[in-house]
């Protein structure tokens, strides 16, 4: 079965210093890996997505996550943390051995709190 | 990306009411899903919503409760049948643009409270 950990509840970093949002998964197949950002009071925003290719990948707002098979993690990444960057972020995950259409499964989210 | 919306973006209802939730999305797409957010967790698929069939439901869920209409490839509802509170939630649609089951699209969300 598929899931997904987010094993930090919450993350507290100070404006300016890098942060790391940790993400682990469990497919029976190759990962389609997603971030998504959640604002008080609003919906889903799209980050940043990890199908195949480099490891790296660059997103929205200077996020970047990193890929690694084999501590099947997809951990989340920004150089300097903002204020702004204060928000919910979900970590989600499909397989490729499912039909195109399979919804993702959701992390519980961790809530990023970046302080001045 | 797309522009979705949502209607109602938030409501309170009592107890026994239904309610229907409109979601419409500014491109033509096949795959639409409905998800709900308990406060203080994640999101949890209701159902796939494809145009031309009958929406698929995931365990726990079932269509007396959440009846789901795709009349088109840009618009979808969901109902909240004989509300409880236990069904105080966010409710958000979401779309897979290019039907390859890869990025989803997600709407704003509507935020059900029920007394």
């Known amino acids: 079965a598929q899931s997904v950990a987010q094993p930090e509840d919450q993350v507290n970093v100070a404006e300016g210093n890098p942060l790391t949002v940790k993400c682990t998964y469990s497919?029976?197949?190759?990962?389609?890996l997603f971030w998504y950002v959640q604002y008080p009071n609003r919906g889903l925003q799209f980050l940043l997505k990890y199908i195949t290719g480099d490891n790296l990948v660059k997103g929205s707002y200077g996020f970047e996550a990193e890929f690694n098979k084999s501590q099947t993690s997809f951990h989340l990444k920004k150089p300097s943390a903002l204020v702004s960057d204060s928000a919910l972020y979900f970590c989600?995950?499909?397989?490729?051995?499912?039909?195109?259409?399979?919804?993702?499964?959701f992390g519980k989210g961790t809530t990023l709190s970046v302080s001045s | 990306s797309a522009v979705i919306s949502q209607k109602p973006s938030r409501d309170i209802c009592q107890r026994g009411t239904s309610l229907t939730i409109q979601c419409q999305v500014d491109?033509?797409?096949?795959?639409m899903f409905w998800y709900r957010q308990q406060p203080g967790q994640s999101l949890t698929l209701i159902a796939t919503?494809?145009?031309?069939?009958?929406?698929?439901?995931e365990s726990g869920f079932v269509i007396d409760k959440f009846p789901i209409s795709r009349p088109n490839l840009t618009f979808s509802t969901l109902t909240v049948s004989n509300m409880s509170p236990e069904d105080s939630s966010i409710y958000l649609c979401?779309?897979?643009?290019?039907?390859?089951?890869?990025?989803?699209?997600f709407g704003p969300g509507t935020r059900l409270l029920v007394l």
């Open positions: 979401s779309v897979d643009l290019a039907g390859l089951g890869e990025t989803q699209y």
């Open positions: 989600a995950v499909r397989d490729d051995v499912r039909q195109a259409g399979t919804a993702l499964i």
């Open positions: 919503a494809n145009q031309g069939s009958e929406a698929t439901y």
């Open positions: 497919v029976s197949g190759n990962p389609y």
């Open positions: 491109s033509q797409v096949t795959m």
